[in-house]
């Protein structure tokens, strides 16, 4: 009998106009969006080959190890095209200087490069089902009960021989089916999208989380079924339960969710970054008479110089001289052995400044999260971005290991004592240095004429550094039971929801005033 | 009769379960909405002040060489505006910092730290916010059924066979609703301004309460272009269920799709090149101005700014610039470009035409950057001037400007209140309106054409 209520009702719901209308805005909005989505995952994936090829580059096509910066890129995910969460507004590499340890990722690939367009709202795929999916599933309930009693169906199919619970649950049953080939249509309108794109690849995993992220999108509509089945339990009339039904979806998708992130955001403050670098320069200030110090110090050992005949870069940083007299060379070599443990030290004071910012931020993220959980709106988008390897979460463990990377790295070059070393700074082997000024612009005149360079700082025929032994970066993503893991307690906390809702609604039809 | 019917709705909504229920949850709001902004506002003013202490210590010290505070970037981080508690026009969410010195305006970025990236996009819930998401879907929960449920009820027969014109009946249901929502507005904005008042920590000025009462203006017109959607689909519609699922639907397309739509359109309908090419485009011009200099234009000895190499350096180093910021500036003009017209697309929704009077009445968002970033280049003209002047006083300068040396230019210490200063300049109400009024102007049209329409069908609707 439950499956005849069932079926009954399906085919009720799937003709109503306002299930039409609604997948009718479906069907115009997810192509738009997911289209959008998939062009702006193709340019990350084009971002991410060029950024992965200058990071080789890092490598490959430096001359001396004072140049080499490496740096951490991330790959794109496809599933970011199903829920952006937070990868437009964090980035996918991390630059890993010597100076500095990376507070946030940069280059943020956004849907549009104009930062302007920012004011407008940008929809994706999980935002579309939150909203419109969410309005169906009251839409296709608020009279559930109540429609049935005015025109009083109801007594007359309970005079029949049908207890109240199959006709409890034949009903909601209808309703949670009908969503079920208009959740496929939507879905399989994204696959046939991302189809048709040479950039997208899923793996196995990926449809592993697309099938949890199908899942838990019938969790949320169950949700909003099961509320909207309860309020029109509870009234007489179809107009109240619609009216107070909208109110609730109007307040939990929209009001609560931006009333929570906006006070919570207010409660727990993270501080200024403007105030973080302005501390961090005067960190640098005091490096600068570390610095002075140890020139001091170089001098006093009795090492001299008079300048560079070319140089090339930064002080600290990438620095490479050339054709540059012995004396001087020594001199480099001596301040390079120094200073670059300083520099290392003072990357670790800032780090103090920085990681004392970003635990602010982790921490108002968390109770924004939290308080906007009330909404089960918001869940479903942070399970979503979780699900789809674009939350907070994945974009931490990234840059956790970006650091860890860093750490192992300079360690490389402190334990093989690299920066003690000229080819730190220097292409030319030690034999090669000129012994003084005139020689060295001889030499230089000499390379130019038989290398020809394109321009004063084309040096590349001076050749390469060997770099095959130096540590390099590898990404491992979070695993799929880490990911569900993480959220768990929202999941719980839905299907709770569900449950507590669904009892409820029982237990109140079973207490229903039929006449 | 009009006066009848009002005050009939009136009392229709005031017995009605939505009117507490909304009374309860406006004010809430508008309560909430207010003790975040106080703390917000306390708190970003706090910081904006300490950064720009810093910013001055740090301009301080590097008064010592003229040259040096001549080139140094400037970041000019935008205030946070008194009037943010009615719309923050998503200024953290656009460009709010721009770069500048002596010699150029280099361009603009949303500031690290503007907002945590970490959390999930969301809106501040702000008195705009609430106008355009909760009294714009009261509008239409509130008449959706002024037409259609009376007939449902057989009660529209009955009103309209007394001498009561169809005209009169619709206007009284139209005013009813604007009446009772904009007491709710009032209501709760009285509320919300008591809360920024005892804090201390808002002022409430003549240009504040100015800015209140555009807004209040504007918002009445929101609520009465809504209240007109729903009077219209209530009009077209037999049954109340139909008009609230075309109302919902309407509020939808205005709300969330109009604008979406607007962005994806924005990059075919008004292109901009990308970023990459730009760099490209800068790094081939830089290459080729480089290749353009004579030897020597790398060369530099500090102990002697007269150095003729100097010159040749100097002037290459005013070319890279000159060449970037010729790419640059046509570039920010056309997505200054793009964002207007993307903007004018989306006017097509009332909502958005509010969003954008906001703008204009509060003098933030775009706006406020366009007129920063105008007012810079003119201040930057100045503050170049200044620096010119200052270095020819000097004979121990050979006054080759360099953008970014101090080879060839003063290396004297300056005195720093002899330096212009930029300070924002706050645009008269008054004269913010007329700017904005093309704007209130539409938003206007459309109530009218909406409220004409309604009458036009509700002339020729079966009461039966």
Redesign the interface.
Known sequence: MIWHIAKKDFLDNFTS??FI?GFL?CL??IP??VY?GTRIYENRVEKYQRDLRQAEEEFTKAQVYAQIQPVAVKPPTPLSIFCK??SE??GSQAVLKNDEVPT?ASGITT?????????????DFINILV??LS?IGI?LTYDIFSRERENGTLRLVLSNRLSRADLFFGKAAGVLITFVPLLLICYVLVFIILSLSPAVHLVAGDYGRIVLLFLFSLLYLSLFVFLGSYISSKVRS???S??IN??IW??LV??L???M???G???V????????R?NM?DLDNAFWEDYGSIMEQVHKEGYKTDGYEVCAGWNYGGIMVCFTPRENMECERRRHELVFPVVLDYADKKWQLQRD?LDG??R??RV??YF?CLSPS?IM??VS?SLCKTG?ED??YFMDQARQYRNTFYTYYEEEEIHGGYSYFTPHDESEFPEDRAEGRRMQHEWRQQNNPS??FDLASLGYVTTSTLPRFTYSEKGIMCTLLDQLWLLAGMILGCVVLTGLTYRSFIKYDIR | MLKTIIIHELQNHLYN??FS?TLI?TVL?FS??S???V??YK?NKT?YE??MI??EE?KSDMAFNASRFAQFQNSL?LEPRNSGFIASC?EE???NTIFYSAFNVFGF?????S???????????NWE?III??FS?LAI?YTF?SIS?EKEMRTLSLGLSNSVSRGVLLTGKFLGTLMTLTLFLILSMITSIFILLVSGQVMIDGTTMAEISGFLVLSVLLIACMTAIGLLSSVISYH???S??TD??VW?VFL??I??????L??ELFP?E??AIINQNTREAR?AT??SFPGG??HSDGGNPFEPDHEIRANMHMAFMLGEKKIKDRWYQD??R??TG??AL?CISPMFLFETGDEYLLDG??QR?RKNWNDLHIYQSQFLDWFKAFDAKDEDSPHWYNPFEDYSTSKKPIKIEEVPVYTEQEIPVAERLTEGSLYIAVLLGYTTVLLFISFLIFSRYDVR
């Open positions: 106009a306002r209308v805005l115009f909005l738009f969006t959008t969460g937070i507004q964090t946030f849907m549009y490069e104009n930062q302007f367009l920012n004011r407008f709202i940008s929809l909203i419109i309005l839409l179809s107009s109240t619609l009216i909208l109110f109007c307040i929209f009001l969710p931006n009333a992130s906006y006070l955001k207010n409660m403050k993270t501080g200024n970054y403007g105030m973080v302005l320069n910012y931020l982790y108002q993220q924004i999260k906007s918001e988008k942070y971005a907070m974009h931490v321009s004063t | 379960l939505r229920f949850l709001l909430i909405s003790v975040a902004y703390i917000e708190e910081m300490q950064g810093k910013l740090f981080p998503r969410s656009i460009p970025e949303i500031i690290k730290g907002k945590n990236p970490f959390v999930l996009p969301s809106e501040n819930v916010f998401v909760l879907f929960i059924n449920g109340a269920n139909t609230l699922l919902l639907l939808l969330f799709v604008p979406h739509t607007s962005l994806l924005s990059d901009v990308k970023e290459d480089e290749a234009k790398w997505q200054f793009q964002y993307t903007r989306a968002g775009f950057f």
